[in-house]
């Protein structure tokens, strides 16, 4: 099932405010349904503010970034073949398309 | 090329002298200089070996950087200054050869033939400024909110530049993977977090294999690492390599076409995934279908062709996806595994091809019989149509006459349609399960009540 929560607190709106590209995307995959059941991306690439911090292609290679300590990650965003598909910040999930199947996370 | 215009040779001064200070003040972001209101304009000049490319040559202004006015700043040159900017006198800045940047009069960032740090005063400086280390980390804080604010900016049309990531050397580092982790770990415990975690854990695994070897797509991967800011590089280069590598030679060609070929065998593999999950029993190790075969070992799948019985892939399930261990698939297969991926994204019935033989079909109808017979059973003990509209998973309703209608709640729609002697299904075997568990449910109450039944309803609602 989706997690979404649209009526943030105060404290994660003003964060997204600072990174309005963030934001814009955020908002745009909320309304996007769930990814296929047994959907599994190709590229899975994580970002923060920074931009990227690691990424993984299929049978192709993984890679990272590296972060100085006092380059935290406000928020962190797991994009799929492109989609955007997970966001967080700290504990607040904010978008969850994945349908979780047991079976298929054998 | 049509919009050439004319205009008098003030306003190209103005138009000039504007995209200078564009560039100047670009240049000086990217080098992190000075360039107060109050002080006098320095003087920055940046060569190519011998050359100036950039900066004031007695009264000539030179700039090779931003070429032409309105063209793209040259996104390599850019590159190059930034990695030249990072790197520590007498490291190498791989791929920066015979750079010099001067600041009026004076060198601060220079490399030789090889690439190697001649002068860096930067790095230099920010390590002789220990002692009021604090207050220095505060100030570049302030930088940083706002270079990762503006540069987000350009999230979607900066193609042809590398942001900059900034980094402060003095600090310890801390691997993009392992910061994904930590930010993991802060999260409510719940099955997509295992699946992150899992996921991650993965990907710093093959990292260290990696390491070992020298990967053929090494010369590709770098390049994506140059634009750390753009979210859909892999998905440009795709399309059009050229719009995010600036020189595209035979490695880059040939990493794009592994890239695609890989990207069919995945998206094969998670099509017959999905099919073996959603056709099978759980604990199932095997399921044959019209034209193929897949058994499975644990998380290792094996696909064969029921023709030649020859293996054509082999993969292995992954947290959240799969992993193409051997992959064999000629251009009939490939065509094959599209149109059942077709198929499962539609909710349509499967290929011939991947259909499952008789004996399972069989077994399928009884399953679907005995649970449309215990939802009508269900209307019959309710003496009305029921209706049940659950949380999570399905809507359905059933009739005391024997009309039964099932969907989905996930996207996949209408399930099911029972209507007098017409039956429809496209339930698959996880559907089946899900709704011979709830027999028992729908089994009249011992004790007959309206609460018992009140009860009842409100139970399944939550299924």
Known sequence: MQTLQTHWNTEVSSLLEKYPQWQKMLMSAIDKPQLDVGYCPFVIEIFDQYGLLAGKINKFGCYECKRSSNQQSKFVAWMFDGELAIFYVDLHMLLNRIAIREELTL | ?463
């Open chain 2, 1 to 463: 090329m049509s919009d050439i215009f004319t205009l008098n040779s003030g306003d190209a001064t103005a138009i000039q002298q504007h995209y200078e200070r564009v560039i100047e003040t670009l240049l000086r972001t990217l080098l992190n200089t000075e360039n107060s209101g109050d002080k006098q304009q320095q003087d920055l000049k940046i060569f190519d070996g011998d050359r100036l490319i950039y900066g004031r040559d007695n009264n000539q202004f030179r700039d090779d950087i931003s070429g032409i006015s309105g063209q793209l700043l040259n996104p390599q040159l850019i590159a190059e200054l930034q990695e030249l900017r990072s790197t520590p006198a007498g490291d190498v800045a791989s791929g920066v050869i015979n750079k010099k940047v001067e600041l009026d009069g004076k060198v601060i960032l220079q490399s030789d033939r090889d690439g190697k740090v001649l002068v860096n005063n930067f790095l230099q400086s920010e390590s002789n400024q220990s002692r009021s280390k604090s207050e220095v980390f505060e100030t570049s804080n302030i930088v940083d909110e706002k270079q990762d604010y503006d540069s987000h900016s350009l999230i979607n049309n900066s193609n042809n530049q590398k942001p900059e990531i900034k980094e402060d050397i003095s600090l310890p580092f801390i691997n993009g993977s392992t910061r994904v982790k930590e930010s993991l770990q802060v999260l409510e415990d719940s099955p997509i977090k295992n699946i992150l975690i899992s996921e991650v854990e993965q990907l710093k695994t093959e990292l260290k294999a990696l390491q070992q070897e020298r990967s053929f797509y090494k010369e590709l991967i770098e390049q994506r690492l140059q634009q750390p800011k753009n979210t859909s590089w892999w998905q440009q280069a795709i399309n059009n390599v050229s719009t995010v590598v600036q020189s595209v030679n035979s490695a880059i060609k040939m990493g794009i076409r592994e890239f695609k070929e890989n990207s069919v065998q995945h998206s094969s593999a998670a099509s017959l995934k999905t099919l073996f999950y959603l056709q099978t029993q759980p604990g199932a190790n095997q399921y044959t279908a019209g034209e193929y075969q897949i058994s499975r070992q644990g998380a290792l799948y094996e696909v064969s062709s029921e023709a030649t019985g020859k293996q054509i892939m082999q993969f292995r399930s992954t947290p959240l996806g799969v992993k193409v261990e051997q992959g064999n698939l000629d251009s009939t297969q490939i065509q094959d595994i599209s149109s059942l991926r077709h198929s499962l994204k539609k909710n349509e019935p499967l290929p011939t091809t991947f259909t499952p033989i008789g004996k399972q079909e069989a077994e399928y109808f009884k399953v679907v019989e005995k649970v449309t017979n215990a939802l009508v059973q269900y209307a019959i003990a309710q003496q009305q149509e029921v209706e049940i509209d659950g949380v999570f998973s399905y809507k359905w309703r059933a009739s005391p006459q024997g009309n039964v209608h099932i969907e989905a709640k996930d996207g996949r729609g209408v399930l099911l349609e029972k209507d007098g002697g017409k039956l429809k299904t496209n339930m698959s075997q996880k559907d089946l399960n899900y709704f011979e568990q709830i027999l028992p449910k729908l089994q009249p109450s011992q004790v007959e009540g309206s609460r018992q039944v009140a009860e009842g309803r409100r139970e399944l609602m939550m299924e």
